[in-house]
């Protein structure tokens, strides 16, 4: 369990002691000290002492510091989190635990929707905070809050008489998030719905059931216009789809025998099963015609996870170029993308040029 003192932490703590022997769980603390506060050594020492208290393995790491005063670790909201997650899972691995429990709960849910939407942020950006996630190979992360406000985890840990170590970076106002939990959600509780918080979490859980759907039939659909590239289209392309695929896949994977094309499952032919084992030569191009049978938010997708692959950023501008390809004329062509790549229509294909590959 991840836990840094606060309240939301320590409900979650005191919940899975009180249900731990129903499901015979083995649990243990981990506190991540960023070193970015005076007191944050004293809010180690917290932790460590509620450990002790209810008689559970304690796991610290701190942030090294190039200085006395000074962490080697930017402020920042995105580095602290890649940071923590890391070392979670290292934590994790060395210990033997296969899953790491964070105590997010629905107003988390609800300040990353409205923070993500302020951004521009599609459904997928909205929907950040899943149920459960993998984190590392053999490591699992779980949120089993997500339906639970502060609020009501407050109320918690005063009845169950638990004192909450306050962290003073909560309240400062210069962090986006502070000011969403602090100023923008009261505002709309007070103004709008009282049920904001638990309303937005809703909303991002319907999401969020989309985003799994879309994602899925994306990557079928790009599976699909990426596997015409590797067959010999003057003879039977379904064949030499599937034969092809299934070389790459053995060739790759010892455990995964080749059986010949005619046992290979159609929900096999998928892009967790087959994109990542393809070279990257085979990655360049995709066929349009197939892609232009998809309705454009599946194109879209489609589009954006091509970009991934070839390790070609994404966002939205260049997503849009890319898919305006599906349906130009001949020879048309995107401007060069950062890093020099340019996109281009080649008869039934749209054809990425690395500049490094040239």
């Known amino acids: 369990m991840a836990v840094s003192g606060g309240q939301d932490s320590l409900c979650l703590v005191k919940l899975l002691i009180d249900l731990r022997s129903k499901w015979d769980w083995e649990l243990a603390i981990a506190h991540l000290d960023h070193a970015w506060r005076p007191d ?3 809010n180690a020492s917290y932790v460590r002492e509620l450990a002790n208290q209810w008689q559970l393995p304690f796991y610290l790491r701190t942030a090294p510091s190039q200085t006395i005063s000074e962490t080697i670790l930017p402020k920042t909201e995105a580095s602290a989190r890649q940071w923590r997650y890391q ?14 429990a964070t105590a997010h709960t629905a107003t988390d849910c609800a300040e990353t929707l409205l923070f993500n939407l302020t951004r521009g942020s599609g459904a997928d950006g909205i929907v950040a905070l899943a149920w459960q ?17 502060r609020q009501q985890t407050g109320e918690f840990c005063h009845s169950a008489e638990i004192a909450i170590w306050e962290d003073a970076t909560n309240r400062d106002l210069k962090y986006s998030r502070n000011r969403i939990r602090l100023e923008l959600l009261p505002y709309l509780a007070k103004h709008f719905n009282q049920k904001v918080e638990s309303h937005l979490a809703q909303t991002a859980e319907l999401l969020r059931a989309d985003v799994e759907y879309l994602e899925t039939a994306a990557g079928e659909l790009l599976a699909e216009a990426l596997s015409f590239d590797i ?25 995964i025998q080749d059986t010949g094309a005619k046992n290979i499952p159609k929900k096999d032919l998928t892009k967790k099963n087959i994109l990542g084992q393809l070279p990257r030569s085979h990655l360049s191009r995709v066929n349009r015609r197939i892609l232009a ?16 692959l070839v390790q070609c950023s994404p966002n939205f501008d260049r997503v849009e170029k890319i898919v305006a390809l599906i ?3 001949n020879r048309s062509r995107t401007d060069t993308f950062p890093g020099g ?6 008869g039934d294909w749209i054809v990425l040029d690395n500049k490094e590959e040239n």
Not at 133 to 149: D, K, M
Not at 233 to 255: C, F, L, V
Not at 294 to 307: K, S, T, Y
């Open 40 to 42: 944050s050594a004293d």
């Open 87 to 100: 070392l979670l899972g290292e934590i994790a691995i060395s210990a033997g635990y296969a899953y790491i």
């Open 133 to 149: 996630r993998s984190l590392t190979e053999g490591v699992t992360l779980v949120r089993p809050l997500l339906e639970v406000t």
């Open 231 to 255: 067959s010999d289209t003057s003879t039977n392309t379904s064949t030499n789809i599937s034969t092809n695929i299934s070389t790459n896949i053995s060739a790759k994977n010892p455990d």
């Open 293 to 308: 049978k998809a309705h454009p938010a599946i194109q879209r997708r489609a589009m954006r996870q091509w970009l991934q």
């Open 327 to 329: 349906s130009a004329p």
């Open 341 to 346: 790549a340019i996109a281009r229509v080649e």
